[in-house]
């Protein structure tokens, strides 16, 4: 007899287990017998019968108890057909011999739990980068956990979700690079008449950060394999995670050891040429160098590993001394110690005389 069912929900993409709490009837059952040739599955129909999809299933005491008899059946859930709907409630039954189906309890299949967009889309190897990204299914009712690469963050405070327009996501989410210089792994595509979550997320520090030059990493998000249980067990504490196809690229922090000149005429214009070490430029992952100037950012020429180029904006106050910083993405900016100023440019109104012999030695006064 199959009583209850935890969860009673689930994402469409993902195959979480589902606990049937199962009456097996081993008072009046032969245990041996029984088991040896049960065959017990899950079937999930929609309420209209048109899509019906089969999982296999297995006896299993819960919460775990070795050499206890069975309690539940254990099945997973299928990848969901939802057809661009955001949810559907099916009906799931389960057999123990695989014909005669028990059950008709509701069950719910929400939106795909992914990740589309993040921005932005590197950061240093020491981690601190704040990052939005954007998916789907993130407030499902289960609990959700974000994987960085290897290390599995915090519980997701879904409290802390925004929601966010498909109409807006590309201004949102485009940031710094054009659409046409990202990968189409960065470009998934986007509903505009779809809402997403959105989060912001700090990254984490990528393992011996001091001996790579980093590297890109995939982003995952999961839910709880197992539903929590009176057991408080940490070994059950495991998350199912689904790829998402959504990259985040560790970069080395660059060294700056000269910049030249160190002032410039108020109007902007000059071209500031920062040397140093491990300047980088992988625009597919969002690595474009830029200088800040006092607290205004400019795009920065990326002419080598060890040569930018930065074209001075236009200044608010002259002789103020400002200090210059760089970025590898446009948001985790370094101090250099490298200051620059601006002066007024000086006019020239009158020369005279206005030519002389090719011998040279004429005295020229400029007024």
């Keep these: 007899v199959f009583h209850t069912i935890k969860p009673f929900s689930a994402s469409a993409n993902t195959q979480s287990p589902i606990m049937i709490k199962t009456d097996f009837n081993l008072g009046v059952n032969n245990k041996d017998v029984f088991f040896e040739f049960a065959k017990f599955k899950c079937r999930f129909s929609s309420l209209d019968k048109t899509e019906m999809i089969y999982t296999d299933g297995e006896p299993i005491s819960y919460p775990f108890q070795v050499g206890a008899d069975p309690t539940h059946v254990k099945c997973s859930t299928p990848i969901w057909p939802l057809n661009g709907r955001e949810k559907e409630s099916v009906k799931l039954d389960i057999t123990a011999n695989g014909y005669d189906y028990y059950g008709g309890f509701d069950f719910l299949f929400s939106d795909r739990i992914e990740i589309y967009r993040l921005s932005p889309l590197s950061g240093p190897n020491e981690g601190g980068t704040t990052v939005k990204l954007l998916g789907s299914g993130l407030k499902a009712t289960e609990d959700v956990k974000v994987k960085w690469g290897v290390v599995d963050m915090e519980l997701l405070d879904k409290e802390k ?82 790829t998402s196809f959504a990259e985040f690229y560790y970069y080395k922090q660059p060294v700056v050891k000269n910049i030249h000149p160190h002032g410039g005429p108020i109007e902007g214009g000059t071209e500031i040429v920062i040397e140093g070490s491990d300047f980088e430029f992988l625009p597919e992952y969002g690595v474009v160098p830029h200088c800040q100037i006092g607290d205004k950012i400019v795009k920065a020429n990326y002419e080598s590993t060890v040569r930018i180029i930065c074209i001075s904006p236009p200044g608010d106050n002259v002789d103020a001394k400002l200090p210059i910083k760089v970025s590898l993405n446009g948001e985790d900016f370094i101090e250099t110690g490298k200051f620059f100023h601006y002066y007024k440019n000086s006019a020239i109104k009158d020369m005279k005389p206005t030519s002389g012999p090719n011998t040279g030695g004429t005295s020229i006064k400029i007024t």
């Design 161 to 242: 979700l925004a929601n966010y327009l498909g109409a807006s996501a590309d201004q949102e989410f485009e940031g710094i690079i054009s659409k046409e210089s990202l990968k189409p792994i960065h470009q998934r595509k986007i509903d505009s008449q779809k809402t997403y979550d959105s989060l912001k997320l700090k990254a984490p520090q990528l393992s011996h950060w001091t001996k790579t030059n980093g590297g890109p990493i995939y982003i995952e998000v999961g839910t709880r394999d197992i539903p929590p249980s009176e057991s408080n067990n940490v070994d059950l504490d495991k998350y199912s995670y689904t």
